[in-house]
């Protein structure tokens, strides 16, 4: 038995070997480059666990599939559709669909990668999976969209089900989706699977507290880091990048809570006040106007110029690599949580952490999602359903007791805190992997 083979060995495999999968470009890697350099920084910490670290790299299964769809005019147009399992050693795997007309094989790995991470951070049942279709769907009717999510559904129905990967929403997706998806795998297996995803409408089995879930998460690990570094939260000023799902209902319960929301920022401009902007009436403006910007009260400023905006917490809440090292210096912030997912680049989160600027990773930070889709699964399987304070109660005491165990792993090992949940996340994964064994 060579070195690389034997189990004892803590080294392991030489690291980065074969990192690269053949259909990936190694010259633009993508967002997936992004994990895999995250998951090198770990590999030191993992022991003799450090000989699976390879199982992290690769994704365990992906499909790719064409849906074609008849569109409003007659014609007949095809779309890209991805689903990733990364990894199943913990339990089926679990993460969002996304429709975005950018979406890429290299994006919905990475996203499938963090998934495992983040249900590992937080000790859920879960593996990592993600899916996405690339397409604008701002260009297309609602009967267009229903007749490419049932589509995508039968494409995909191979490998999802209640107990082999649970899909959930995600940008550009909500829960008329999960709605559609439901019944498309419920008719074609025969039967009403409420359980196959989350995120559905109540009434279709979804649970209470599910579309608050994960800004509530980014508050609770944000509110928990700002009593670590002693920042009183009334009047601490938050600047809010992305005003979707997760973006506004973080600012909202951070301005709940006595925070001031100084900017906020999505695809139609940024606006500012030093006085504070009410998250509600900057929703209902949104609604009524179709933008964010023209706010009464506020005024507009140039999109590089949020980042520079004079905050003491920032939720980058939109999508990946939006923090570089162009914009890091310029943030004024001390503390960053992250809703969005891979939203700071390795090199950045290295000049933020030599600045003093803490970041609440995104595996942590915005896991209140996948929390409440699993306490909307395990209801569904039960058919007993919790009332939404119970579901917040749960909510926040997982999110603190993870932040809490996590931050003293950070302390410990003298690391960032996103390395520090690497560490654990990474540890259960691959603890399992080594105890389940290579089949055959």
Known sequence: M?????????TGPKSGAHAIPSYLDPNNIGPYEIYLEQVERVTPYLGKLAYW????????????????????????????????QHNTSRGP????????QDV?????????AWMTVKNAAVNLPYGGGKGGIRIDPRKYSTGELERLTRRYTTEIGLIIGPEKDIPAPDVNTNPQTMAWMMDTYSMNVGRTATGVVTGKPVSLGGSLGRGDATGRGVFVTGAEAMKKLGMPMQGARVAVQGFGNVGE?????????????????????????????????????????GKITDMPGTEEIKRDEFW????????????????????AGQIKAKLIVEGANGPTIPAADDLLAERGVTVVPDVLANAGGVTVSYFEWVQDFSSFFWTEDEINKRLDR??????????????????????????VACT?????????????
């Not at 795997?93 to 975005?100: E, F, I, L, N, P």
């Not at 890429?104 to 499938?112: H, P, R």
Request: aromatic content about 6%; proline content about 4%; hydrophobic content about 40%.
């Open 428 to 440: 259960r994964v691959l603890e399992a992997r080594a105890l389940r064994g290579l089949y055959p």
């Open 249 to 289: 209902a973080a600012a909202r319960i951070f301005h709940e809570h006595g925070a001031r929301i100084v900017a906020i920022q999505d695809v139609t401009g940024t606006i500012h006040s030093d006085a504070g902007i009410d998250p509600k009436a900057a929703l209902e403006h949104l609604r009524r106007t």
């Open 308 to 327: 520079g905006v004079d905050c003491d917490v920032m939720i980058p809440a939109a999508l990946e690599k939006q923090i570089t090292l162009a914009n």
């Open 398 to 423: 997982i999110m603190s007791e993870a932040f809490g165990s996590l931050w003293d792993v950070k302390e410990r090992h003298g690391v960032t805190l996103r390395t520090a949940v690497y560490i």
């Open 2 to 10: 060579t070195a690389t083979q034997d189990p004892t060995n803590s």
């Open 104 to 112: 890429t094989l290299s994006e919905v790995m990475a996203l499938s």
């Open 53 to 84: 670290a390879e199982t992290l790299k690769r994704p365990k299964r992906i499909l790719v599939v064409d849906v074609p769809i008849h569109l409003d005019d007659g014609t007949v147009a095809h779309f890209e559709g991805y689903r990733v």
């Open 93 to 100: 795997a679990k993460g969002g669909v996304r429709y975005h």
